[in-house]
């Protein structure tokens, strides 16, 4: 029989790289607690339609990424490919809009049918927050700082740099859309394909092109800033100031448009050179247009994800699995006491297994192997004597320890 492929862009996950990944998200959600923002879970499926509506139908993720399908009921159901749309649509069905401000963490896979590649799955993993219901522009510079935060503690923010622009309010963008499109038009017959399509699906898309034909059009296309109207100038004006007084340094990218339709106002991507094409770390920005988008009332917001993935293939932390003790019975019929010592060791709290004894040097080879270098040798000796003999498999060292003493030894490393 054909042995079962594992899906493409999937990633399993074993138990010393899932402790990467563990401590990559506590490290996370503990910085993200510092700046006010507590831990909530939301469901992976969704109506179809809390995306379709919010990211845009010609977004990449609407209109070629998402896995989506028919339930037994008969609705359109998608497997999230972010987190943002349905926290509002939770904000709203929960009817939580007087418990507004809420601020948001959250941790969880995501899905989109993208090519894999080196960063890039198809099933992911985000952290992520939001603050949801404060317009303040010092807001999208608090969450900017969280995000910085988390970047340092995992010790990559050197190797990433900020990239910031506005995309101002909504009459701001579609004045700036009417004047992209009429530009473009002049050039359409130069551009690719893909811009061609994009120049009545979404014109502001064709900025981020990477295609060669596109990048000289690109150069000299109007630039957003000229289109700015006051109040979408105040709130970016005080975003740049803050960030500067706090010396975050930074690179206002016009071109910086973001791949999700629900973005106004500031956004924002940490970009670095260390993961080839999927430079991309972190990104956000604001979305006080999305609750509208979602047949809700205004709700200002704003907030971030990252990549757990690329997070963790960039940081260097130091991830040791817990210690645990092996207890090796010297002969079979030592066993019985072995098994109650691991029990009284559990039961101290203490990571321990036992064997069913005999071979002790093909146990200590296949320990020596693992991540628990610590045995516990028992013989008939020892059960008489009432001691065990504490091996260190990494030192080579041997001590004998008195059995009221052990738990003391270990918790406190002394053997
Ligand atoms: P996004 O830029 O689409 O934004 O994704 C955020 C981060 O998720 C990316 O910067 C990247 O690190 C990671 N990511 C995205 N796609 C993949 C993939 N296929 N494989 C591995 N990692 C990936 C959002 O998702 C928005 N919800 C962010 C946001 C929150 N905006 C406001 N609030």
Do not use: W
């Amino acid at each position: 029989m054909d042995k079962v492929q594992q899906v493409r862009g999937t990633k399993d996950i074993f138990p010393a790289e899932m402790a990467k990944y563990n401590s990559v998200i506590d490290k996370a959600k503990s910085v993200s607690r510092l700046f006010g923002f507590d831990e909530a879970s939301f469901p992976l499926i969704e109506k179809s339609q809390a995306f379709t509506r919010p990211l845009g139908e010609s977004s990449d993720v609407v209109s070629k990424e998402m896995y989506s399908f028919n339930d037994r009921g008969g609705d359109s159901i998608t497997l999230r490919p972010e987190g943002t749309a349905g926290i509002i649509r939770s904000i709203l069905s929960n009817g939580k809009l007087n418990d507004l401000p809420l601020k948001l963490f959250y941790s969880g896979p995501m899905f989109r049918y993208e090519r894999p590649q080196k960063g890039r799955l198809r099933q992911f993993t985000q952290i992520g927050i939001e603050s949801i219901g404060n317009p303040d522009a010092l807001e999208d510079v608090e969450v900017i700082l969280c995000g910085i935060k988390i970047l340092s503690g995992l010790g990559i923010k050197k190797n990433c740099i900020l990239n910031i622009n506005t995309l101002g309010d909504n009459v701001s963008r579609n004045e700036y859309k009417k004047n992209l499109v009429k530009y473009f038009l002049k050039h359409e017959t130069q551009l690719s394909e893909l811009s061609k399509n994009r120049l009545s699906l979404n014109p502001l898309r064709i900025l981020d092109s990477k295609e060669i034909e596109d990048q000289e059009i690109i150069k000299n296309a109007p630039l957003f800033s000229s289109f700015l109207n006051n109040s979408s100038i105040d709130h970016f004006e005080k975003v740049l100031k803050y960030l500067k007084k706090l010396d975050v340094e930074f690179i206002h990218n016009e071109k910086l448009v973001r791949g999700l339709d629900y973005y106004s106002h500031t956004t924002f991507e940490f970009i670095t050179e260390d993961l080839g094409a999927q430079g991309t770390v972190l990104g956000g920005g604001r979305y006080d247009g999305l609750s509208k988008m979602l047949g809700g009332p205004h709700i200002p917001a704003v907030g971030f994800a990252a990549g757990v993935d690329r997070l963790v293939m960039m940081s260097k932390l130091n991830n040791d699995l817990p210690m645990a003790i092996s207890i090796i019975p010297i002969q079979k019929e030592n066993f019985d006491y072995c098994y109650s010592l691991m029990n009284m060791l559990r039961n101290n709290n203490i990571r321990a297994e036992t064997h069913p004894g005999g071979n002790v040097s093909k146990y200590l080879k296949k320990i020596n192997k693992k991540n628990q270098k610590i045995v516990i040798l028992v013989g008939d000796k020892e059960i008489e004597n009432k001691k065990v003999v504490l091996k260190n498999l990494s030192t080579g060292d041997q001590f004998e320890v008195q059995n009221e003493e052990l738990i003391k030894k270990i918790n406190m490393q002394s053997y």
